[in-house]
């Protein structure tokens, strides 16, 4: 009885840690999206500016110097005047310290006021805009941008 006992716990043990064993963390910045509050439709934004831990501390580290030409050259994503949208992430294994959201009309910077449900509303005013969503994090910082048409 004593070594069917022994013997059941060890397998247990040898499942357990098998599982823990077994799992795929991911230490890169998530994808951010953002989707209209009304909708199901997303639309992904492209990373610019990365300075993040990731696996065993090594630091992932992406530079990009001219932040809004890039965007600009990104393509169009279009959305109504008013419209409030959430920034969504695909993964959340890190603490959020900091999130904000800017949009660039030619070179004046404005900032969305960003709600606790992580949601902003765009302006009124119909044109091209560049938005940048800036994420501080415990892992480190990340940057997002998109070429925005309000409409």
């Known amino acids: 009885m004593k070594h069917s006992l022994r013997a059941l716990v060890c397998l247990f043990l040898i499942f357990f ?4 064993i077994g799992e ?14 009304d909708s199901v439709d ?12 990731g696996e065993n501390g090594k630091p992932l580290e992406k530079e990009t110097k001219e932040v809004v030409d890039f965007a600009r050259k990104q393509k169009e994503l279009t959305f109504p005047s008013g419209q409030q949208v959430d920034v969504l992430f695909d993964s959340e294994d890190f603490a959020v310290e900091e999130l904000r959201a800017f949009l660039w009309l030619g070179n004046e910077k404005l900032q969305l006021d960003m709600e606790e449900d992580r949601s902003f509303t765009f302006p009124k005013g119909r044109g091209s805009y560049v938005l940048e969503i800036d994420l501080q994090t415990d892992r480190g910082s990340a940057q997002y941008v998109g070429n925005i048409v309000i409409q």
């Not at 795929?24 to 509050?37: A, K, N, Q």
């Open 24 to 37: 795929d963390y991911d230490f890169t910045p998530p994808t951010v999206t953002l989707m209209e509050t």
């Open 42 to 53: 997303s639309v992904e934004l492209t990373e610019t500016n990365i300075d993040w831990r």
């Open 17 to 20: 840690l098998t599982g823990c």
